[in-house]
């Protein structure tokens, strides 16, 4: 039976490190502080939810902080820019295209960001299906985002195995009776991709 094999994006085949983006965008440690806030305030919940518009996030934020919009621009800049590639895991997607494995992605993201990687990157075309959490307006680690997915896509979750870097995120995943690979950018976690590709 065809298996599918669903990949996150951030830690996963993106970058996604908080304290990079800080470091890049200034080397005062006081801004970086200040600036952190902006990773645990609810509008970037909202954002990453699809309950928030980037512009009204963004004012939210100015606010927050007591920056002008156009540094909370700037600050938004680069983290877009920081989601650079993770050369294992896209190797290993372009791998299982080319063994025809069935390939999908469910991810958290905010609109803003999705946009911006879907101009950069040009492996998209490689997924059957992309669950992106603003678009759908439904979020990881709650179970509904894998329900519309299963759905959506006809998948069969005894036949599919989700790869992401975030323990909880596998454990919803696995609720919904989808396998799991808590990925670390490392051999260990392809090698368990390959394994259950090989499994009857």
């Avoid at 983006?21 to 005062?28: A, K, N, V």
């Avoid at 905010?110 to 299906?129: E, I, M, T, V």
């Avoid at 995120?169 to 090698?191: F, L, M, R, S, W």
């Amino acid at each position: 039976m065809k298996k599918s094999v669903i990949f996150d994006l951030g830690n996963v085949l993106v970058k996604w490190d908080p304290d990079g983006i800080l470091q890049r965008f200034s080397d005062d440690p006081q801004e970086q502080a200040q600036y952190r806030k902006v990773f645990f305030n609810q509008g970037w919940l909202a954002l990453d939810a699809g309950l928030m518009e980037y512009d009204k996030a963004l004012a939210l934020f100015s606010l927050l902080l007591a920056k002008p919009l156009s540094e909370m621009e700037r600050f938004m800049q680069v983290v877009r820019e920081s989601l650079e590639p993770m050369p294992l895991a896209l190797d290993l997607l372009h791998d299982l295209h080319r063994r025809k494995v069935d390939l999908l992605c469910i991810s958290n993201m905010p609109l803003h960001a999705y946009a911006y990687l879907k101009q950069r990157y040009d492996y998209w075309h490689l997924f059957r299906g992309i669950v992106i959490s603003a678009e759908v307006k439904l979020i990881k680690p709650h179970l509904d985002i894998f329900h519309y997915a299963i759905e959506k896509y006809q998948l069969n979750p005894q036949q599919t195995l989700f790869i992401d870097d975030s323990d909880a995120n596998i454990e919803a995943a696995q609720k919904c009776g989808i396998a799991g690979v808590c990925y670390q950018n490392d051999q260990t976690g392809i090698d368990q991709v390959y394994t259950f590709l090989q499994q009857q």
